[in-house]
């Protein structure tokens, strides 16, 4: 295998104004060699580093390729933004989960108060009625009692 510095050839590229060194480790380097001589093709992920000495996170895609003779096509994609956009999804999501959260306990406070409060107004409806019946009773008695029944 040929190597740059201790870095496999296939894990370099030079592109406009950055240069992309891979920071593979020896096992992930004999992995992709692995898949490499099994698939013919992989993708990995990785951070290269940029002239400044920046870093961001990049998708290898590799493939063996036959010419003339063998060759090992890299493309190098920066991954940033797509990063950044699952970051956000999933910052949505724990947002979703804990307003479902927040749903499901107010619905169980709401529904023994809901519970109670339902009780309430029959109990105070009923004995609304029972009062007027008792009242009606009451009245009767007396008119026994007064001798105007007959």
């Known amino acids: 295998m040929v ?24 096992a992930s380097a004999n992995a992709t060699n ?7 093709s992989a993708i990995r992920q990785s951070l290269h580093r940029r002239k400044d000495g920046s870093t961001f996170p990049v998708e290898v895609s590799i493939k063996d390729v036959q010419l003339d003779r ?6 190098v994609r920066d991954i ?7 970051q956000q999804l999933l910052q949505a999501q724990k947002l979703e989960s804990i307003g479902q959260l927040a749903a499901g306990i107010a619905h169980e406070i709401n529904t ?18 029972l009062k ?6 009451d009245r009767l008695l007396e008119a026994a009692k007064g001798g105007a029944l007959s």
Request: proline letters at 3%; a neutral charge; one cysteine or more.
């Open 80 to 86: 940033t933004e797509r990063q950044q956009v699952q």
């Open 112 to 129: 023994p108060t809901q519970y109670i409060g339902d009780n309430v107004r029959f109990l105070k409806d009923a004995f609304q009625d």
């Open 70 to 75: 063998a060759y090992r096509l890299c493309v």
């Open 132 to 137: 007027s019946v008792l009242a009606d009773y």
């Open 34 to 40: 692995e898949q490499l001589r099994k698939c013919g």
């Open 3 to 26: 190597t740059v510095n201790g870095i496999p050839s296939w894990a370099l590229t030079v592109r406009h104004s950055w240069i992309a060194s891979a920071m593979f480790d020896a």
